[in-house]
């Protein structure tokens, strides 16, 4: 595999400038990633290393991985950083690091369609036995606050007469359906972060992203969407291209979870996302308006009736209390 660039220097601006008061509120703290090699986590890492050069903030972190070496080839300027000490393991039985941490955000998990389709089990069983065991290494490590990745996907699918989903929303997937896993999953370690006391956690249910590291070949629409357009192939949508979803910047994505991880409330759910819907057509078709020669898009499904399925966050309480 190749190795990726570093995020562009407006980007890296614009995390260290919004996000400057949380930066320097985690100052000389020592943080522990799962999660670390992702696409939440190259950019979080980006950030931290943004701030250490241009803040002086000299935060460390050690990046949970099973293979830092993979890793290393993809990311080396990263993987190379003083400032973070790879340690291996899996996240369901990873040996402590040594000495304590001052925070710990936990992100390890397998956003694979892939995945949840042919082994829901174990999508299952790493998202909740994972979180098991971040949450008894946080106690032992002395954390003061821990941040945990959920998701939307708790929701369940969203009611078509509720233009944004709020995180009081009462709803859940189908716990009868082995395709809940992912969901089943989230909803399961967000209970067991609930009933671990002792420990600040703080939870980032998170949306939809976009940006630069976004895989081109997993199941995010948008990124396939691009990989078609730079390949100079037809955009093919398999769906009607009705559904609505909205897409956050991932770079404003580092700036939300830091403003949960240092001002969040403990044992609070916070939405991460946007709340400006687009259909997925639309959204094929903005794709395809940034290339040079505009490739055709195809809509491969008839279209449905009823109101078209969202997934769009309520974001007023972040807007309100961070």
């Known amino acids: 595999m ?3 660039p570093p995020v562009s220097a407006a980007d890296r601006d614009h995390m260290v400038g919004l996000a400057e008061a949380d930066f320097r509120a985690l100052a000389g703290s020592r943080l522990f990633i799962t999660g670390g090699t992702g696409f939440f986590g190259t950019w979080l890492l ?3 290393a943004a701030a250490n050069a241009r803040l002086g903030t000299g935060i460390t972190a050690t ?3 099973r293979d830092p070496d993979q890793f290393a080839r993809r990311s080396p300027h990263l993987a190379a950083n003083p400032a973070f000490l790879w340690w291996r393991g899996d996240v369901r039985s990873f040996p402590p690091p040594p000495g304590n941490f001052d925070h710990i955000i936990h992100g390890a998990t397998a956003a694979s369609a892939a995945l949840n389709s042919q082994s829901p089990r174990e999508m299952f069983d790493t998202i909740v036995h994972g979180t098991e065991r971040v949450l008894e290494f946080a106690l032992g490590a002395g954390a003061a606050s821990h941040l945990f990745l959920s998701s939307g996907a708790i929701y369940g699918p969203q009611p078509p007469n509720l233009a944004a989903i709020p995180e009081h929303h009462p709803g859940g997937p189908d716990p009868c359906d082995p395709r809940s ?3 089943e999953g989230k909803r399961a ?3 067991l972060c609930a009933l671990t006391p002792g420990l600040a956690t703080k939870v980032a249910r998170c949306f939809a992203f976009i940006g630069p590291h ?3 070949d997993a199941h995010f629409a948008a990124g396939n969407f691009l990989r ?3 390949a100079g192939r ?4 398999l769906g009607d291209g009705r559904p609505l979803r909205s897409y956050l910047y991932a770079a404003d994505l580092v700036v939300w979870l830091l403003a949960i991880l240092v001002r969040g409330q403990a044992g609070r759910p916070y939405n991460v996302g946007s709340d400006q819907a687009v259909s997925i057509a639309d959204l094929a078709h903005l794709v395809a308006r940034q290339h040079s020669q505009p490739p055709p898009v195809t809509i491969l499904g008839t279209p449905g009736q009823g109101p078209a399925e969202r997934y769009i966050p309520d974001i007023a309480r972040a807007r309100q209390e961070l």
């Open 234 to 237: 037809d955009i093919i949508i």
């Open 181 to 183: 896993a992912y969901a």
């Open 63 to 65: 990046i949970l991985s």
């Open 2 to 4: 190749p190795a990726l």
């Open 46 to 48: 980006e950030a931290l």
């Open 189 to 191: 370690a967000e209970l």
């Open 228 to 230: 078609d357009a730079l």
């Open 214 to 216: 976004l895989p081109l």
